[in-house]
């Protein structure tokens, strides 16, 4: 069974920086894509950013609103995927989702439970 696990998640003040992590467990593949996407209360969960391997190198896609502040990264050899996020906002507070996929194709296939993420202005 695949277990995503979250962590990294906390206060911040507007303008600061956190790491979020994710480990992913339970595996006898390779999963293709890691991503991050974030939900309020009071609204959908939102695609955050996403890293597939690729058959020609890593391809990162990220969302508008963090492009610029919030970057990927992928240790593959562990199974994790991180979320550096820089620069944040509050309206970057949310809790945060570590999701997975064996296939580019399907990047949304495994799911953690979060992690909350406040900025405080």
């Known amino acids: 069974q695949v277990q995503l696990v979250e962590s990294g998640g906390g206060l911040v003040q507007s303008g600061g920086s956190l790491k979020l992590s994710c480990v992913a467990s339970?595996?006898?593949?390779?999963?293709?894509?890691m991503g991050w996407y974030r939900q309020t209360p009071d609204k959908a969960r939102e695609f955050v950013a996403r890293?597939?391997?690729?058959?020609?190198?890593?391809?990162?896609t990220y969302a508008e609103s963090v492009k610029g502040r919030f970057t990927i990264s992928r240790d593959n050899t562990n199974d994790m995927v991180f979320l550096q996020l820089d620069s944040v906002k509050p309206e970057d507070t949310a809790r945060y989702f570590c999701?997975?996929?064996?296939?580019?194709?399907?990047?949304?296939?495994?799911w953690g439970q979060g992690t909350e993420v406040t900025v405080s202005s």
């Open positions: 999701n997975a996929g064996r296939y580019e194709w399907a990047p949304d296939e495994f």
């Open positions: 339970g595996m006898q593949f390779n999963l293709q894509a």
């Open positions: 890293q597939t391997r690729g058959t020609s190198g890593p391809k990162t």
